[in-house]
């Protein structure tokens, strides 16, 4: 079974500050999907990022990119020039590519990411 | 175009009472998943539904729990005879198909049992 690891329960930064969050995760497939989600004091899941492990080149959004190292099984997000509205639980998140379980996403503890004025 | 809905969005219920969350997928999506959030950890897979069919219920416990996707109307997950044990945010998303890979998450349903 695939399982996804933050080791990073709380983080803080500086508004304006670049942030990095880790995350890491164990399986044996070569097809997957990998998410970033955040989830605010509103509950609500928000997707940030994705990336297809097929994809050599890290994926970018605005603000957030993720440094994706297939060998090493990692995954981090890092969010430049960090604004108070980034302030959020932040989910890393596996998806089987192929298979019969390739819909169910699989989670990590998250990370509780502080952002100081 | 109208995200997922859930409701109810707060659900307080005593031990042994039932409990019925509802979920609306977004328009056009017919694959329902359900998801539960335990205080201070991840969500973790449930259920996943198409319309009318149960696809897979491994991460639902045996017990008590049961969920549907009919035909017309919302996906029920229901739970009876509540224990302290089901406080949790229940989160429920859809996407239009299985070979879609982005699920959209609806608000949550924050289940309260006392």
């Known amino acids: 079974a695939q399982t996804v690891t933050q080791s990073q329960p709380e983080m803080s930064v500086q508004e304006a500050e670049t942030v990095t969050l880790s995350c890491t995760y164990d399986t044996s497939e070569s097809d997957y999907y990998l998410f970033w989600y955040k989830q605010p004091p509103s509950r609500q899941m928000i997707l940030v990022i994705r990336?297809?492990?097929?994809?050599?080149q890290n994926a970018t959004e605005n603000r957030f990119s993720v440094n994706f190292q297939k060998a090493a099984k990692s995954f981090s997000l890092k969010i430049s020039d960090s604004q108070l509205g980034d302030a959020a639980m932040y989910f890393c998140?596996?998806?089987?590519?192929?298979?019969?379980?390739?819909?169910?996403?699989?989670f990590g503890k998250g990370t509780l990411l502080t952002v100081n004025p | 175009n109208a995200g997922v809905m859930q409701n109810p969005r707060h659900l307080v219920r005593r031990r042994g009472q039932e409990a019925r969350l509802r979920c609306s997928p977004m328009?056009?999506?017919?694959?329902v998943y359900w998801y539960r959030q335990l205080p201070e950890e991840g969500l973790k897979f449930m259920v996943y539904l198409q319309k009318e069919n149960i696809i897979d219920e491994s991460g639902m416990p045996k017990e008590r729990f049961s969920a549907e996707f009919p035909k017309e109307g919302p996906s029920i997950l229901r739970i009876q005879q509540v224990v302290r044990g089901d406080s949790a945010a229940y989160f429920c998303?859809?996407?239009?198909?299985?070979?879609?890979?982005?699920?959209?998450f609806g608000p949550g349903t924050r289940l309260t049992v006392t």
């Open positions: 998303a859809s996407s239009p198909g299985d070979t879609a890979y982005e699920q959209y």
């Open positions: 990336q297809e492990a097929y994809k050599q």
């Open positions: 998140a596996y998806r089987s590519g192929s298979g019969g379980s390739n819909y169910k996403l699989t």
């Open positions: 328009k056009g999506h017919s694959h």
